[in-house]
């Protein structure tokens, strides 16, 4: 599921060459989900680690995200006395 997700946003990501040469990626409609890199590759890479840790940091909060759904097997909560 988280992956799913993931990888599914990555395929929106934005890239574009900065005139220092460095790479700058983005997945829009995702506030605060950006990076930048000196090489293309590095830049993809902490796109996506960046979008994880975002995820991670929604999920802890109870924020909803678009597009993504936890299902919650309400069994597990209750406590058996």
């Given at each position: 599921?988280?992956s799913?997700?993931i990888?599914?946003?990555?395929?929106?990501?934005?890239?574009?060459?900065?005139?220092?040469?460095?790479?700058?990626?983005?997945?829009?409609?995702?506030n605060?989900?950006?990076?930048s890199?000196?090489?293309?590759e590095?830049c993809?890479?902490?796109?996506?680690?960046?979008?994880?840790?975002w995820?991670?940091?929604?999920?802890r909060?109870?924020?909803?995200?678009?597009?993504?759904?936890?299902?919650?097997?309400?069994?597990q909560?209750?406590?058996?006395?």
């Amino acid at each position: 599921m988280l992956s799913e997700f993931i990888i599914k946003k990555l395929k929106t990501a934005k890239y574009k060459l900065l005139k220092d040469g460095a790479y700058f990626g983005e997945v829009a409609g995702l506030n605060g989900v950006w990076a930048s890199a000196k090489n293309l590759e590095d830049c993809r890479k902490e796109l996506k680690e960046v979008l994880e840790d975002w995820l991670l940091l929604k999920i802890r909060s109870h924020e909803k995200v678009s597009g993504f759904n936890i299902k919650v097997d309400r069994r597990q909560l209750v406590k058996n006395a």
